[in-house]
């Protein structure tokens, strides 16, 4: 009998955290209500919330909690206000501790550009109408994770070092996860380094290449870094898949999230080797509009639809889900972030969030 009950450790963080957090579980409640599944949430500190609370970014509590759950769902983390503490315990450490605890290694960045939204985008409609790519980023491994690391004294200088480090079965893990994305989608991967300046990055192409053979109906291409970053602002639909590592993937995907109109509408997805994933909107936590009602929810939502499909193999909710986003914005539905000149309409968080549910529970026939 296949499992229609499950555990989700919801972690609110900081910022708007919370605010789009509240609504994603309102989505999960409406699917518990109405379908013959049941969601059951259950709340932690992390991030800077927990420092305040429990000393630390990602508590002994938090991490018991989160062990007992299917999957696990981020607000956000950080701010101002924790910048000047013990750099080990900033609301970030956690976000690093969490992904090594659970070995989240892939990160699956989605931007697609929803028809409605075209002329949200800073790009010219005729550059991102019709956009969808997949950014698949390494995230355990590179300049993030490498060791030795820190500040030292030379003379009257601080000096500040990072290690860039990839093995190749880290390189071949991650490429394995893209090259099985891509087959699901246009059969196309673009593999991006920094191969003519840096050793990691000839190891990083040479593994890539080498699994490529293993996928023969996937067209393989390279780019460097930032060639990749003005091709993705110059003609950006000539990506399907992007895969990369942990550093170049953070700054692309968020270069991505700008082509769909607002950081606020990007989901994200990261899972180890056994399809457990940490699910959170790709945007910060935003400190200046929280507990404003301003902030947008849509990213927070998508990102639940990731987690059905992704770790829970719900895939028919999860495309219900995406469906009432599509559904709400083409409603004219609009948060400050995604409304243009339309700002006489401009929606709240949790009008937001009431419309995407009205829309659901009308996909689901209730």
């Not at 007992?68 to 950080?78: E, M, Q, R, S, W």
């Amino acid at each position: 009998m296949s499992k229609t009950e499950f555990q989700i450790a919801l972690l609110p963080g900081d910022g708007i955290g919370p605010e789009v957090v509240a609504q994603a579980k309102r989505v999960l409640d409406c699917l518990s209500q109405k379908t013959k599944y049941n969601f059951i949430c259950e709340q932690y500190p992390f991030g800077g919330a927990a420092v305040d609370e429990l000393g630390e970014p990602f508590p002994q509590s938090t991490k018991a909690g989160c062990e007992k759950a299917d999957a696990i769902l981020l607000g956000a983390v950080g701010g101002p206000v924790w910048d000047q503490i013990e750099r080990g315990k900033r609301p970030e450490r956690g976000l690093l501790a969490i992904r090594k605890h659970f070995g989240l290694f892939a990160n699956l960045r989605p931007a697609r550009v929803f028809p409605k939204l075209v002329s949200a985008s800073t790009l010219r409609e005729e550059v991102v109408s019709g956009v969808d790519l997949l950014v698949v980023r390494e995230l355990t491994g590179g300049i993030y994770f490498g060791e030795p690391r820190g500040l030292d004294k030379v003379g009257d200088e601080t000096l500040g070092f990072n290690t860039l480090r990839y093995s190749e079965s880290e390189i071949r893990r991650i490429a394995h996860v893209a090259f099985q994305a891509a087959q699901k989608r246009r059969k196309q991967l673009t593999s991006v380094d920094k191969a003519n300046v840096l050793e990691s990055s000839e190891l990083w192409r040479s593994v890539v290449i080498s699994t490529s053979k293993k996928y023969p109906d996937v067209k393989l291409d390279h780019l460097y870094v930032d060639n990749a970053a003005m091709q993705l602002i110059k003609d950006p639909k000539q990506f399907d898949v992007i895969l990369t590592g942990n550093l170049f993937g953070d700054i692309l995907s968020d270069a991505a999230a700008m082509l769909t109109g607002s950081i606020g509408m990007l989901p994200s997805a990261s899972l180890n080797e056994k399809s457990f994933g940490l699910y959170e909107p790709v945007h910060g936590s935003a400190p200046d509009i929280a507990g404003q009602g301003k902030a947008n929810p849509l990213a927070t939502i998508l990102s639940v639809a990731m987690m059905l499909i992704h770790s829970f193999d719900l895939i028919d909710l999860g495309r219900a889900i995406e469906k009432a986003v599509e559904n709400v914005l083409e409603a004219g539905v609009r948060t400050g972030d995604i409304a243009g000149s339309a700002q006489s309409k401009i929606a709240s968080t949790e009008e937001m969030g009431d419309a995407v549910v009205r829309e659901l529970e009308k996909i689901l026939g209730v």
